[in-house]
Each structure stands twice: as C-alpha cells, then as structure tokens.
T-cell receptor
C-alpha cells in the first residue's frame, strides 16, 4: 500500500540529547514537509523539501535540521538547541514542486522531553 | 501574512445532527484543503477545493474564493466524525506554494 511511514510513534528524550525522526514515503512524491503540532493548536511548518538534495526552512526551523538524500526519505533531527521540543511531529508529502497539491500525512511521532 | 480563521472553535453534536464549519481567509489564495484529525492524531485529507462545491458521502465543501471563505458541511453526524477539522490555504510565499493552517474546529459527536 502507498503511504507515509513515520517512526518511532512515541519517543522519550532526556534534555540535551539529539533525536532523529524518520519519515519514508512510497507515493513517488517530489515534495515532503515536517510540521509541529502543540496541544490544542494548528500545524506549523518546520522544514520542507521540493526535490532531492534541496530543502528550505519553514516558520519554526530553529533547533531542527533535515536532510533529503533520497526522494523517499526526509528525516528530521530535533537538536538540543530546540528550547521546547515536546510536541507531536507530522511528516507530509505532496506531488508537486510548483504547486503543493493534495497533502498526505503520516501518523505522527510524539516526542516527550523528560 | 495571511490570516486563516476557523469557526466555531468547538462544537458538540448529538449523533444524527448536521453541522457547518467555516474557514475565512484574509487574502487571495491558490488553493484550499480541508483535513480531519482523528483522536489518535492521524490527519486525513478530506477535500482539495480551490473553488466550487465537492461532495464525498455525508461530507461536502464549498469554497467561494472571491469572498474568501470555505464551508464544510457534515450531515447525519456519527461518533466517528469526532476530532479536529482543519482548513489550510495555499499561497505563494518565498518562491514556493506554502500551506497555512487554521487553528481548527474541535468536534465531539455524542451517541
């Protein structure tokens, strides 16, 4: 089945540690995105990538890093520089580069910093 | 930047009732999407609707781009409709089409 797979679903981290969230898609989509959602809030864009080996900062990129070495994969690293990393992280993809197109989401990863 | 406002913020319904959710946006947009987030956090794309009306089962959506709003209709609501409904508008920003999400409407459908 085509879709977006995020892992892990739940992750606990001690302060000062970096963690990497995985996102893989088999939809053959060019564009991929990372969003952050805090309780009771909407989604905010962290990073996006429209093509392999290229990515851009979204609205809240500080304290995060990404890579796009393969079309299928767009991992997100939450670094120790991120002041308040506890949140729900959602990865998404869409067909287009110039036009976003329909957005498809993974099931999300819940990160808790202890 | 563009503002996306959804109303009502919270809605409680009895099973079988109908409802209308609204999304207002402050500037012209290239496109608009409606999503449903279930209680487990999964986001599902409901409609990709820059203008006009679309229907999918008990759900339908209408976007009037010239008046900068979109409506999501839920008929004969079921408990499985519970969750948060987001609209997101697409707008060119910094060289790419950016999606801006509203804060959502939280719907609870009781049996």
């Amino acid at each position: 089945d085509g879709g977006i797979t995020q892992s892990p679903k739940y992750l606990f981290r001690k302060e000062g540690q970096n963690v990497t969230l995985s996102c893989e898609q088999n939809l053959n989509h060019d564009a991929m995105y990372w969003y952050r959602q805090d309780p009771g809030q909407g989604l905010r864009l962290i990073y996006y990538s429209q093509i392999v080996n290229d990515f851009q900062k979204g609205d809240i990129a500080e304290g995060y890093s990404v890579s796009r070495e393969k079309k299928e994969s767009f991992p997100l690293t939450v670094t120790s520089a991120q002041k308040n990393p506890t949140a729900f992280y959602l990865c998404a993809s869409s067909i287009g580069q110039a036009i976003t197109g329909e957005l498809f989401f993974g099931e999300g990863s819940r990160l808790t910093v202890l | 930047g563009i503002q996306v406002e959804q109303s009502p913020p919270d809605l409680i319904l009895q099973e079988g009732a109908n409802s209308t959710l609204r999304c207002n946006f402050s500037d012209s947009v290239n496109n608009l999407q409606w999503f449903h987030q279930n209680p487990w956090g999964q986001l599902i794309n409901l409609f990709y609707i820059p203008s006009g009306t679309k229907q999918n089962g008990r759900l339908s959506a209408t976007t009037v781009a010239t008046e900068r709003y979109s409506l999501l209709y839920i008929s004969s609501s079921q408990t499985t409709d519970s969750g948060v409904y987001f609209c997101a508008v697409e707008r060119l920003s910094g060289g790419y089409n950016k999606l801006i999400f509203g804060a959502g409407t939280r719907l609870a459908v009781h049996p």
